[in-house]
């Protein structure tokens, strides 16, 4: 850890396993770092209603929206030309010309233009990693206050032109002759004018992300009621949650969307069991996953202002919970190992065993529901005595949840899932549930952060409430 | 920004045109601009008593160009007549008189503003006639200037002093291009109470405002106003004008809180909000309001109970929470929008008007209640005002409303605003209880 002669800090794990670090390491801190980790805490958030694709924000661009997120966070925060440390988000379906579209958001928002601000992609998962990354920076010192965000329409999807044609464009600038240009020009056949449009099939299968869960779905044996009945409890929770102002201070309209459009109140599990199924046809064996009980396309965009404590109680704002600690996994999906979208199954455990915890430690469990299945095939897997063995390494198996505790102000099947800003919705979401919870048992409710990811991948966190 | 017939009238051949044929002939009125000068023109001050040389020798400190007698031919921004110590009918006539022979050389957007006492609190039945009869001479005053000058009255207490804080304050609101839209008007300074600003450009300054129904209009108005004389703001709105809500607060450096005022807990909710954010409170307006038309014979309970609910209920709540908390005890200044509608009467809005007229019962009421912590509450009662709202009144209905005042045309949400930031402001201490109209002196509803 030596540069140029001088020690350069290395960061410390920022929980109680601390104490067990390496003696030796701690001497190597400069002065000016503190030996001791401080809190990264979360102040707040501020999302837009998500919108199904095609639906409210069909003409809204990713820059829009995360401006407006950020804009209704400013607001309610009373940011109005504040620099803040640094805003870190992202998108998935992410347009070539936005390859700085935090900082153009940003620098249309309220905020300081002295903000800096940088993108970040990690799928499913980027509103999350944003949220670790900043909270990192702030524990570390390196600065103050974030704001952590994610934005995706899959309406203003970006659409690429085919290999051919770009082959040919290229080469076309690159000719110096009309007659060279001729040449190059005469490569063009008709079938390279059809655009590329993006797709939600994994590269390295050509599965769609349904089609993947399919699988898994049935490895776990997940019933279709088992399945619909989450679906169902997120519509009743979410709704539930609406009504009773749970969102006054979390949300801001946009568009005229004050709710999320693919909220469905009055769903019921009858209603559910109508729909027929869309993947896993082809399976042989029962195809149970419709479009009522896995995630639509959606649009939308989230936001999270964390900051160190110093920096919250010195502007007079509130500080909800403590981002404690992420964990980052992934699967072979690709040879068949494990499901396209099972990493999270292997995340917490990993996790919660750097933290001496066990899934009876926590108040809320916030998992991403991608499709009912993955929520229940994750669950299936961590109560698998074979799994936890076999896979997890432990005695027997890793544990199972209290199901009153999970997502219980709705999740993605009823608010839709804008990729990069389910992240942020779920942390600002937990963060208030935690803060209003207060003490449990003589110690802080705690949150359990689990979203899967594109590419087999999925990114865990604990929140804790202050 | 004036209605297109009265820029087509200010000037040129629409002005000569309009003349001729006698059509109505408003001017864009004269609205105030941080850094100009509280009144173009010089300020007769008429009258011979003691209160007149006081007033004289303030407006002298004030750097303004006073005259105690009038100078033929020469343009006046204002005339202030006063007649603080009239026993009998009698009394009238010579300072009446003599201000009247300077009502032609009235500047355009000038100012006649009469210091008088309250009847009600006279004991000699002469005195009381006397007193009283500035009302009527005044308010038909009003209706003879033209070319946006405006007449307003200044009634003083027994006991209240011509240079108390309170008729200093009014004076200068009435003097301003601040009361553009207020016309034919009284302010009744009940006590020597209040305070002049350090700063008259930020009268507001070190104070925390909470502004309901701020998301637009007149409330987005109110915002901007109370932030150009230095409030910091807290700005409420329901959850689904969210996002109209951000903007202004973004636009006026405040924070904005989504919240239904009609929730049992929205006075708690905003005390604890501004407690968390600033440690205090001192101004609440109450804007947010709601219509729901319909004739008397047609109206069902919904309708009814949504504007009850919102636009009196919600502020008696608001209001009883406020009065017990301890963040909202250091010269504490409510002020509710009230309507000409609950004064005259409106059809097709008997419940808008029940409820509007209820706040005006509500703020009679609190005045003693808040006075007691040394704080103040009045209402603002507009006329037609310039809004998205008006702008969907069918066009001839619309013309003829704008039109039915004093001042031929329709007041923009800023002249609201002024009236209520002056009225928020500890300048107006010694002011509660009352009810001011910004409508121009609208023919309807006295």
């Not at chain 1, 140029?4 to 002065?31: I, K």
């Not at chain 1, 403590?322 to 996790?351: N, Q, S, T, Y």
């Not at chain 1, 529901?369 to 095939?377: D, N, P």
């Not at chain 2, 909202?328 to 009467?345: K, N, W, Y």
Request: contains cysteine; neutral net charge; proline residues 4%.
């Amino acid at each position: 850890m030596s540069v140029n002669g001088q020690s350069v800090p290395r960061p410390q794990p920022a929980t109680a396993s601390a104490a067990a670090a390496p003696a030796a390491e701690t001497t190597q801190h400069v002065d000016a770092v503190p030996a001791q980790l401080r809190k990264a805490v979360v102040v707040g958030g501020n999302r837009i209603p998500f919108a199904r694709t095609g639906g409210a924000y069909t003409k809204s661009s990713n820059q829009d929206m995360l401006t407006a997120a950020l804009d209704g966070l400013i607001a309610r925060f009373g940011l109005q030309d504040e620099r803040i440390g640094e805003v870190a988000a992202g998108a998935v379906l992410k347009h070539s010309r936005d390859f700085n579209l935090t900082r153009e958001a940003v620098l249309g928002s309220a905020l300081s233009a002295e903000t800096p601000a940088y993108d970040l992609q990690q799928a499913c998962a980027t509103g999350l990693e944003t949220v670790l990354g900043l909270a990192n920076k702030i524990k570390l010192g390196q600065i103050d206050s974030a704001i952590a965000g994610g934005v995706d329409s899959a309406s203003d999807a970006p659409i690429a032109v085919s290999e051919g044609l770009r082959e040919v464009l290229l080469d076309l600038n690159r000719a110096k002759t009309v007659s060279r240009k001729l040449q190059v020009l005469s490569r063009l056949r008709p079938k390279d004018l059809a655009p590329d449009a993006p797709n939600t099939g994994e590269p390295r299968t050509g599965l769609s992300m349904g089609e993947h869960q399919a699988l898994t779905t049935a490895q776990w044996k997940i019933t279709r009621e088992a399945q619909d009945e989450l679906a169902f409890n997120s519509h009743r929770n979410l709704a539930a949650a609406y009504d009773a102002g749970f969102f006054d201070d979390l949300l801001t309209p946009y568009r005229g969307l004050s709710r999320d459009s693919n909220l469905r109140a009055d769903t019921s599990p009858e209603k559910l069991a109508t729909l027929k199924p869309v993947f896993g046809k082809n399976l042989g064996a029962e195809a149970t996953m419709t479009a009522g009980n896995s995630t639509p396309l959606t649009d939308g965009a989230s936001t999270v202002l964390l900051s160190s404590e110093e920096w919250a109680d010195a502007h007079d704002l509130p500080k909800l919970a403590a981002v404690i600690d992420g964990e980052a996994a992934a699967v072979d999906f690709v040879h068949g190992k494990d499901g396209l979208l099972m990493a999270p199954a292997f995340a917490v455990p990993r996790l919660l065993a750097r933290h001496n915890l066990t899934l009876a430690d926590f108040d809320f469990f916030e998992i991403h529901e991608a499709f009912a299945g993955t929520v229940l095939s994750t669950l299936a897997a961590w109560e698998d005595e074979e799994f936890g063995r076999t896979r997890l390494g432990l005695d027997g198996a890793f544990g199972s949840i209290d199901r009153a505790k999970l997502n219980v102000n709705g999740s993605s099947l009823a608010a839709g899932h804008p990729f990069a800003a389910t992240g942020g919705r779920i942390v600002a979401s937990l963060a208030k549930m935690l803060h209003d919870k207060g003490q449990v048992n003589g110690r802080p409710a705690r949150g359990l952060v689990s979203i899967c990811a594109a590419g087999g991948q999925g990114v865990v966190a604990i929140l804790e409430a202050l | 920004m004036s209605d297109k017939y009265t820029r087509l009238v200010s000037g040129g051949l629409g002005k000569d045109l309009a003349k001729r044929l006698g059509l109505p002939q408003p001017v864009v009125l004269r609205r105030h601009e941080p850094g100009r000068p509280l009144i173009d023109g010089p300020v007769l001050v008429q009258g011979s008593t003691g209160g007149a040389d006081e007033l004289a020798a303030t407006l002298l400190d004030w750097n303004l160009d006073v005259r105690r007698h009038a100078i033929p031919k020469e343009k006046l921004g204002a005339i202030i007549l006063v007649l603080d110590e009239l026993a009998h009918p009698g009394d009238l006539e010579k300072p009446v008189l003599t201000a009247a022979a300077s009502l032609r050389d009235l500047a355009p957007n000038a100012r006649v503003i009469t210091v008088s006492r309250t009847a009600g609190s006279a004991t000699e039945p002469a005195t009381a006639a006397t007193r009283q009869g500035v009302d009527g001479l005044l308010r038909s005053l009003a209706k003879e200037l033209r070319a946006g000058a405006t007449g307003n009255g200044i009634l003083l207490a027994d006991g209240t002093r011509a240079t108390s804080p309170a008729a200093l304050g009014a004076l200068r609101f009435f003097l301003s291009g601040r009361s553009a839209f207020v016309d034919g008007q009284f302010l009744t300074v009940s006590s020597g109470a209040g305070q002049l600003p350090d700063d008259v450009e930020k009268p507001l300054a070190g104070k925390v405002a909470v502004v309901t129904g701020a998301a637009r209009g007149i409330g987005a108005a109110i915002a901007r106003t109370l932030h150009r004389d230095g409030a910091t703001l807290i700005l409420v709105d329901i959850p689904a004008a969210g996002d109209h809500l951000a903007a202004v607060a973004n636009e006026v450096h405040g924070t904005a809180l989504q919240l239904d005022i009609s929730r049992d807990d929205a006075g708690q909710r905003i005390i604890d909000h501004a407690a968390a954010r600033h440690g205090r409170l001192d101004i609440m307006i109450h804007n947010a309001g709601i219509t729901r038309d319909k004739l008397l014979a047609n109206m069902d309970a919904g309708r009814w109970n949504a504007v009850i609910a919102v636009n009196i209920a919600a502020q008696l709540r608001i209001n009883e929470a406020l009065l017990a908390s301890e963040h909202f005890r250091d010269s504490p200044r409510i002020v509710s929008v009230a309507s000409t509608s609950g004064i005259a009467g409106n059809r097709g809005q008997t419940n808008y008007a029940a409820s509007k007229a209820g706040v005006i019962g509500m703020v009679r009421a609190t005045a003693a209640l808040i006075g007691e912590r040394g704080g103040s509450i009045n209402a603002v009662a507009p006329g037609f005002i310039e809004t998205e709202m008006t702008a969907r009144i069918p066009f001839a209905t619309r013309e003829v409303a704008r039109r039915l005042n004093s001042l031929q045309q329709g007041g923009q949400p800023r002249d609201v605003a002024e009236a209520i930031a002056f009225l928020a402001s500890d300048a107006a201490g010694g002011i509660s209880g009352e009810v001011l109209r910004v409508c121009g002196q609208n023919l309807v509803g006295a």
